[in-house]
């Protein structure tokens, strides 16, 4: 099986900052994609940022300019660090990855347990 585990989540002011982590772990062999997505209360979810393996972005238009994403491929994780947040950056964000478990096997879609972003003053 495959776990992500999120982190960096929290409480900050509007212009304020903030830094999300999320490792993979367990049976990997290949990881390709990884990204952040976020469900805000009574909204569906939505894609914020996701990254390929070999480093190629993409950002909803949202979120571009204040959001950057980034990834180590040694330590199979992926970041979103968060400048000139807004109250509508308010959700939980979601780390998923697309990962190969063995040579023979299909590519997952797996997901973390979502970590809260509130932005409020």
């Known amino acids: 099986q495959v776990q992500l585990v999120e982190s960096g989540g929290g409480l900050v002011q509007p212009g304020g900052s903030l830094r999300l982590s999320c490792a993979a772990s367990g049976s990997i062999y290949r990881v390709n994609a990884m990204g952040w997505d976020r469900q805000a209360p009574g909204k569906q979810r939505e894609l914020v940022a996701a990254?390929?393996?070999?480093?190629?972005?993409n950002y909803a238009d949202s979120v571009k300019g204040r959001l950057t994403i980034s990834r180590d491929n040694a330590k199979n994780a992926v970041y979103l660090q968060m400048n000139s947040l807004k109250p509508e950056d308010t959700a939980v964000y979601y780390c998923?990855?697309?990962?190969?478990?063995?040579?023979?096997?299909?590519?997952?879609?797996?997901w973390g347990q979502g970590t809260q972003v509130t932005v409020s003053s």
């Open positions: 998923k990855a697309e990962v190969k478990t063995a040579r023979w096997a299909l590519m997952g879609d797996y």
């Open positions: 990254i390929t393996g070999d480093g190629t972005t």
